[in-house]
């Protein structure tokens, strides 16, 4: 786990302005994308959806 965080002279201060500024940022950008992940998905599976009821519709009973 430490191989992954930043070291000290990379980071900054941990309780400087700019290292906070920095974490709210990552937080608005996760809240704006993740929103619209799920928004694009939700749309993905009404197609899915609609698209297997329309191929029902048109397949010939048996």
């Given at each position: ?18 290292v ?43």
């Amino acid at each position: 786990m430490s191989l992954l965080l930043a070291c000290p002279i990379c980071f900054g201060a941990a309780d400087s302005d700019q290292v906070r500024a920095a974490k709210v940022g990552v937080l608005v950008l996760l809240g704006c994308i993740v929103p619209l992940l799920v928004a694009i998905a939700f749309i993905a599976r009404s197609w899915a959806k609609r698209a297997r009821a329309l191929a029902s519709r048109q397949s010939p009973a048996s």
